[in-house]
């Protein structure tokens, strides 16, 4: 089974600050999807971004965007101009590319932002 | 995407007693997942459920204690049975929508076994 760690179980930024997010997966496969889910305490999980490993091109969404490095295998999580409002614990995900198969899951790292 | 309702979103339950945790979805998915978090914890899934078959059971999960109902394309349930506070978890209904890579989840159902 594949597996996704998150080596950092607790991270913090100061408002308007960049952080950076870990994550590394292991895989024999070529074509997958990996993501990064946000959970605040509403318990909503919530996409933040998504990454195809055949695009070489780091995804970007506003203010979110990933370093992906395929040989690698690592996914991390930059967040820019940190929010009160991105405060949450953020999980790192993986997913087969063949439709149907499961998500696997790091184990989270919950970010906090300091005003 | 998906708008998944999922209820209730939290119980307090005694022991031995069981719970079922519904979840709609405003579209018709053809997987849903099913999946618990304990306190502090990541997700593991418990099953997936597609409509018209038996749902299939990941490895520690058995039907026995976890009986899943899919009638439909658009809505499941959980049932935990026979509780014990071991079972005091967050349960997760999740969609994979069809055409699309990315999962959507419901709110979370939060048990608490006293």
């Known amino acids: 089974a594949q597996t996704v760690t998150q080596s950092q179980p607790e991270m913090s930024v100061q408002e308007a600050e960049t952080v950076t997010l870990s994550c590394t997966y292991d895989t024999s496969e070529s074509d997958y999807y990996l993501f990064w889910y946000k959970q605040p305490p509403s318990r909503q999980m919530i996409l933040v971004i998504r990454q195809e490993a055949y695009k070489q091109q780091n995804a970007t969404e506003n203010r979110f965007s990933v370093n992906f490095q395929k040989a690698a295998k690592s996914f991390s999580l930059k967040i820019s101009d940190s929010q009160l409002g991105d405060a949450a614990m953020y999980f790192c995900a993986y997913r087969s590319g063949n439709t149907g198969n499961q998500f696997y899951f790091g184990t989270g790292t919950s970010l906090t932002v300091i005003p | 995407s998906a708008v998944i309702s999922q209820k209730p979103s939290r119980d307090i339950c005694q022991r031995g007693t069981s719970l079922t945790i519904q979840c709609q979805v405003d579209s018709q998915v053809t997987m849903m997942f099913w999946y618990r978090q304990q306190p502090g914890q990541s997700l593991t899934l418990i099953a997936t459920a597609n409509q018209g078959s038996e749902a299939t059971y990941e490895s520690g999960f058995v039907i026995d204690k976890f009986p899943i109902s899919r009638p439909n394309l658009t809505f499941s349930t959980l049932t935990v049975s026979n509780m014990s506070p071991e079972d005091s978890s967050i349960y997760l209904c999740?969609?994979?929508?069809?055409?699309?890579?990315?999962?959507?989840f419901g709110q979370g159902t939060r048990l608490t076994v006293v």
């Open positions: 999740s969609v994979e929508v069809w055409e699309n890579t990315e999962a959507f």
